[in-house]
DNA sequence: TTTTTTTACGAAACCGGTTTCGTCTTAATT
DNA sequence: AATTAAGACGAAACCGGTTTCGTAAAAAAA
């Protein structure tokens, strides 16, 4: 059995409460009963056990971030940045993954109610449905705070990236490079950032005079991955030589590069590609690629200070929203020597 | 205000212990009492609060995973494995990263105590000092398992792989490709999986020979990325001309391929590669990266998986050990085509 | 010296559950 | 008919802290 409060005012013969006083150093305590009760409670190596008072006072000093996955650089890099933020806080992080499932969200999120964190920061799967109600539930309850993939429809705060302009910008790149028949492999689901990416493609085709079809210049892939390929692979291979590849996420351009290959296509001659991606080892692929990196570390910063400012009452959620640059890195696959 | 089982039965005006029993299905309460309890609760949209029962029962259904980051591909599919075993079993995961700073791992592990977490999963930093006493404290207290850098001196469970022998085996490995200066770029610190590493090196190096001076074959690399990288450099620029080299961790695999960028040297062809590393894209290097990888989610499930034995009181921790196989992958960097 | 204020501490309620134990009603047993 | 057993529920303790409030003693003010 651990010692307790309890135990130390029975030894030490005084109150419960006046050890409870005396630890958290009350100046209701004299100086000699707090020396008395520090003394003996390093003694006994006592631990206060930390959900015990956190039923009375509702902090569990925990947060939760939910995220798809963690085998990913942008939010393992995220994770980095919001634990540097919770660690200086004295805040726990629970970590839990959805899979892109959105079963799997909402009976997270359904657990989340229980108390068991004091916050939310969240990356929604991308299977996630329109009309699931169990997000704006808890924004009511706790403060939630969306990093990257966000939600539009609820109204609390949001921490992204200038999709649409560095979308925009990679499309701009490629056609600098040359490209004349471009496509944009668009991951699975309905989030609003790869809408917003989707946008900025069409935009730049746009301007630039080489808007066609929208259905056979923006492909959407699958949540499979082997059918995934299959899509990518016949793309590539169509009448239609394409020669500019725009990837809305890391795992695609993977796949492009596999497809590339089995394929016989030539990376950069033949086709360009540049993906969204926070792969640090980019660089030493081969050939090394372009990408659109999103500060992935600053992100997990900025949504974890959003969240103890909104602990601390210094906000207002609903109003905050934080919007940080992509930075674009030209490279091997965009025919950089 | 949430709503707690006072509420309900002050409403149903019915004990307060009427309303727990019903809602746990007792069979103490009546199916007709239990159709009113759970009806109500329902219509009040009650969820249960995650910490009031921990306190009585000691049960968090909480588990902490500590460790040195997570931007890194052997943990994060780790901890995939660990989070799919909690996941199955109710639990949530706290995340804690110590960033191979020993002060920060015993912050974290002294805050463990407090009754947070029922169990703790740990791959200990690199810079963990010999003499620290909190993780057998630790481990007194609350099951503790270590996986993969495990501290030899704290008797409880442990899950490894077999660093010994597929060090060993990519040694070989280096020979058969023809490579007769070999050096093992060693991990900074004192961790117990490194000196198995260097231990199957040099095994290998003995069975063929090619022994001469340890300290001229084994480089312990610092903690410190760029003076590791001056360390490699001159490593690979001296005088004795090295042609084989093996990565004791990942990282130092992508500053070797740096390296031999900036020397000019080729990969595979004046200098080969192999690492022990979690990379999936290992393939997609330039060149292609062999690796020595380990099966980092299943040792995150078979943690896991020992850890809630231990909770279930079926094992004692103290007796288990499991050995999981690396595999070794071929790829150009040692040469196959 | 009397009154007021301050200091230092204790008793008890409280947070939201679980669990033990006692009691009353009803049904089964002898 | 008397006794026993089972069924259904409530009162209260408990887990380990925090916080409110009351009070005795000492110090300061009148």
Redesign the interface.
């Known amino acids: 059995m ?1 010692v307790t409060i309890r135990k130390i005012a029975k030894d030490l013969k005084i109150a419960v409460s006046t050890v409870s006083k005396a630890l958290s150093d009350s100046h209701e305590i004299s100086e000699e009963t707090k020396r008395k009760v520090f003394e003996y409670a390093r003694k006994l190596d006592y ?6 008072g ?2 009375k006072n509702r902090k ?1 000093k ?1 947060i939760a971030v939910v995220l798809p ?5 942008f939010f ?2 995220a ?2 940045g919001i ?1 540097s933020i919770a ?1 200086t806080k004295g805040y ?6 959805t899979h892109e499932s959105s079963e799997r969200e909402e009976s997270i999120l ?2 989340l ?4 964190v004091d916050g939310v920061l969240i990356s929604v799967s991308g299977g996630i449905k329109k009309d699931s109600q169990i997000h704006a539930q808890v924004a009511k ?1 706790l403060p939630l705070i969306f990093f990257d993939r966000v939600c539009d429809e609820i109204s609390t705060a949001k921490v992204l990236t200038d999709d649409l302009e560095s979308s925009y910008n990679a499309t701009n790149h490629l056609i600098a490079k040359g490209c004349r028949e471009i496509v944009f492999f668009s991951a699975a689901g309905n989030l609003s950032i790869i809408n917003q990416r989707e946008e900025g493609f069409m935009k730049s085709l746009r301007e630039n005079g080489m808007e066609s079809s929208t259905q056979q210049q923006i492909i959407k892939c699958s949540e499979d991955e082997n059918e995934t390929y299959e899509i990518i692979k016949n793309v590539l291979r169509g009448e239609k030589k394409v020669d500019g590849v725009v990837c809305s996420v890391e795992k695609l351009a ?1 796949q492009v ?2 497809a590339c290959y089995e394929c016989k296509l030539s990376i950069p001659k033949q086709v360009k590609v540049i993906a969204f991606s926070n ?3 980019a660089s ?5 690629l372009s990408t659109v990196m999103q500060p992935a570390f600053a992100m997990g910063e900025a949504a974890a200070t959003l969240l103890f400012k909104s602990l601390a009452k210094k906000i207002d959620l609903k109003q905050e929203r934080v919007v940080l640059p992509s930075i674009l890195y030209e490279r091997e696959s965009t025919g950089k020597k």
Chains 1, 2 share one sequence.
Do not use: C, F, K, W
């Open positions: 651990s631990v206060p056990n930390a959900y015990a956190s039923l569990t925990n996955e963690v085998a990913d650089t393992s890099n994770i980095n634990d660690h726990h992080v629970l970590v839990y993954l359904q657990e109610r229980g108390g068991r309850e993977m590069y596999r792969l640090q080892i030493l692929l081969a050939p090394s």
